[in-house]
């Protein structure tokens, strides 16, 4: 079964910091890979989804990188914000279903 | 882009009824519709997935008689808590599979809190 963890569980950084959140998964056959932000109370909000075939994807301060044969994809957040403050999940999809990772719970400090 | 509501968006009901939470998908059909389960803190956890015209299939150690769902057409996939209890209180979140495709578009969820 596929197991999907995030590491760290949780980062508090100061404002303008570069950042990188990791996401690993135990098996390779996946269709595709999504980073989704939820803020408290909230439902999931796509941020970056990347194809099996692909090996990164980029929108304005967030860069997403996958190496599917390693089980990994690291998010990538550049000069970060305090609106960037919420908890972060990737997300493999098998075609079948989505397995979901921990998430990272981060803040950003002004 | 594609959108999926659900309703409500929270409710309080008390122990021993019944609630039913609403997922539709406004702007495509989907044959395909996933119900998770979200405590505090914790990630999402999937329920069961829901097939259009046909019963659904739940994942391990989730009582089907308990949490029922219905997915009678293309665009609505309803889950109803049966006798629900205190520790049913959770956030749960559905997403509707676009036909055809594999793409997933996420509800924002809805609140139970069963007092």
């Known amino acids: 079964k596929q197991e999907v963890t995030q590491i760290p569980a949780a980062l508090s950084v100061p404002e303008g910091e570069n950042l990188v959140l990791n996401c690993s998964f135990t098996?390779?056959?996946?269709?595709?890979l999504q980073w989704f932000r939820q803020d408290p109370g909230k439902g999931l909000t796509s941020l970056l989804l990347?194809?099996?075939?692909?090996r990164e994807q980029t929108s304005g301060r967030l860069n997403a990188s996958l190496d599917k044969s390693s089980g990994r994809s690291t998010l990538y957040i550049a000069a970060s914000q305090p609106g960037d403050s919420a908890t972060y999940l990737c997300?493999?999809?098998?075609?079948?279903?989505?397995?979901f990772g921990t998430g990272t719970s981060l803040t950003v400090i002004p | 882009g594609a959108v999926v509501s659900q309703h409500p968006s929270w409710v309080i009901c008390k122990s021993g009824t019944s609630v039913k939470i609403e997922c539709r998908s406004l702007?495509?059909?989907?044959?395909?519709m996933f119900w998770y389960r979200q405590f505090p803190k914790q990630s999402l956890m999937l329920m069961a997935t829901?097939?259009?015209?046909?019963?659904?299939?739940?994942e391990q150690g989730v009582e089907k008689d308990k949490f029922l769902i219905n997915h009678a057409s293309l665009t609505l996939s309803t889950l109803t808590v049966t006798s629900a209890h205190p520790e049913d209180s959770s956030f749960y979140i559905c997403?509707?599979?676009?036909?055809?495709?594999?793409?997933?578009?996420f509800g924002p969820g809805t609140r139970l809190t069963v007092t």
């Open positions: 829901s097939n259009e015209g046909s019963k659904a299939t739940y």
């Open positions: 990347i194809q099996s075939s692909q």
């Open positions: 098996d390779s056959a996946i269709y595709n």
């Open positions: 997300a493999v999809y098998t075609g079948n279903q989505f397995y």
């Open positions: 702007d495509f059909q989907a044959t395909t």
């Open positions: 997403s509707a599979r676009r036909d055809p495709g594999l793409i997933l578009y």
